[in-house]
């Protein structure tokens, strides 16, 4: 990860910040993450706002342990250091707070046609309760709130669909739960509520409006913001074109979480792939599942469990090659892992996105554990609640779209990974055995797609021989 996107500021500027204290959330390009302090003191200035993009190192906000502290560190965000006496440049700056995660692009300011009619729609209650309800259960969408919100909420006793998001793509913050907690109990919008509009305008407007015109999404018709140059003069934007095939309607930036599956998607393009496919009979195998079911296994522990016990026999399909992007693979090496760390993709509908949460250590762990670890690593992955290594410490991904009626499918490799297996469902097919007889069984067929810089077509056949052999007689997964 190389930028993180500011969610949320959970202290505002002159806010007291004790060491180890969580001041900010920030998103990566698959999850949010509380961001701690290491150092105590004021809040003096925040450089990037709720909504910002900024890269890992760079500054985001100026600590400060003294008043002439605090008052060079809004100098320095104000951009006045130049005016400063020397004998003020000569003091120690302030500590400065920084991020080691990723980002977007910060939205662009809003025009005062927007916020003239966002002010309409917040001093109509029942406008803004129509708007409410569309963005919460009613619409079937999941509720998407920081971590610290959803403490704010349980302890305010405040239920999230019922609340109004005003972070970036309408994420519920901290201050909205606290703004309709005091609505509800009859106190009405606060300062601190608007405070930390990422949208800041000149324009005056009702406190009720300015709270919630950051929640509007920004049409891409909105006038783009124009750049100063040092003179002071107004420079044109570079606007990007897009072609119009059939009239466009609308243009939306792409979320950090399809940002990041586009990189990975194009990376993918540097690797000399090949697949091979095999038909697996699954008749043992699901009966095993419907006798292992009600005790919580779960299917796709069953087939980490199967993967895992089969890659214990071929460790090329989940080493790694060294070899940068576009770099001399033969100047590079295999690396061989010790453990064997599963990788199942999830898809995240209401992100648009996916996800790769981690079965680290799947070789040694029982079904049983597995399945308890995956239903923990599911539902936090969908709260985008998982930490890195959770999602990204994989070395062989599986893909499953047999759930969706697919039959077969080419999966695509993930970088830095020598293979991924594509499930396909499982069908009553008319087949011979072995001797001779008609009947019918049920038949699945996995792809492998694999890195062929490392992996050759016998490798991946001797794999796939091994699961297969593992999948028809599963038994053996039970007392593993």
Not at 268 to 278: C, E, G, I, Q, R
Not at 280 to 296: A, D, N, S
């Amino acid at each position: 990860m190389t930028t993180g996107k500011v969610v949320e500021w959970m202290k505002q500027e002159g806010d007291t910040v004790e060491s180890g204290e969580c001041i900010l959330v920030v998103e990566s390009d698959k999850a949010d993450m509380d961001v701690e302090t290491f150092s105590q003191g004021t809040l003096a200035s925040i450089i990037a706002p709720a909504g910002s993009e900024a890269k890992v190192g760079e500054c985001l906000a100026y600590l400060a342990e003294t008043e002439e502290d605090i008052k060079i560190a809004r100098a320095l965000a104000a951009g006045l250091s130049a005016s400063m006496s020397e004998q003020e440049l000569d003091k120690p700056l302030p500590k400065q707070a920084h991020i080691e995660t990723s980002t977007v692009p910060a939205p662009s300011g809003s025009s005062s046609s927007e916020i003239s009619t966002a002010a309409a729609v917040a001093s109509d209650p029942a406008m803004k309760q129509s708007k409410s309800a569309s963005s919460s259960s009613s619409s079937g969408m999941r509720i998407i709130a920081t971590p610290y919100a959803k403490k704010r909420a349980k302890s305010l006793g405040v239920t999230l669909e019922d609340v109004v998001g005003s972070g970036i793509s309408g994420r519920i913050v901290a201050e909205d739960v606290e703004y309709f907690a005091a609505q509800r109990s009859g106190g009405g919008a606060t300062a601190e509520h608007v405070a930390h509009d990422p949208y800041p305008t000149q324009t005056p407007v009702s406190v009720a409006a300015q709270s919630y015109v950051h929640s509007l999404p920004r049409p891409s018709s909105a006038p783009p913001a124009t750049i100063q140059s040092s003179s002071g003069s107004s420079l044109a934007p570079a606007a990007k074109s897009f072609s119009a095939r059939g009239g466009i309607s609308h243009v939306i930036p792409l979320t950090a979480m399809e940002s990041a599956v586009a990189i990975n998607m194009q990376r993918s393009l540097d690797v000399a792939v090949a697949v091979v496919a095999v038909d697996i009979e699954m008749t043992q195998f699901e009966k095993l599942y419907g006798r292992l079911k009600p005790k919580g296994v779960t299917i796709t522990a069953m087939f980490a469990k199967a993967v895992a016990s089969a890659l214990t026999k071929h460790p090329l399909l989940y080493a790694t090659c060294d070899a940068e992007t576009g770099g001399d693979i033969g100047d590079s090496a295999i690396i061989y892992n010790s453990h064997v760390n599963v990788a199942v993709a999830v898809s995240m509908p209401s992100e648009h996105g996916l996800i790769t949460p981690v079965l680290e250590k799947a070789e040694e762990t029982d079904m049983f554990e597995l399945a308890r670890k995956w239903r923990d690593l599911l539902k936090r992955a969908r709260s985008k609640n998982l930490s890195p290594n959770e999602y990204a410490s994989g070395n062989f991904t599986i893909s499953n779209l047999g759930m969706y009626g697919v039959k077969s499918f080419q999966a695509i490799l993930p970088p830095g990974q020598s293979a991924i297996l594509a499930l396909g469902s499982s069908n009553p097919i008319v087949t011979a055995d072995d001797h001779g007889f008609i009947g019918v069984r049920n038949m699945m067929t996995v792809n492998l797609t694999f890195d062929h810089r490392l992996v050759y077509g016998t490798d991946a056949a001797e794999f796939l021989r091994t699961l297969r052999a593992i999948i028809e007689n599963p038994e053996l997964l039970t007392s593993s």
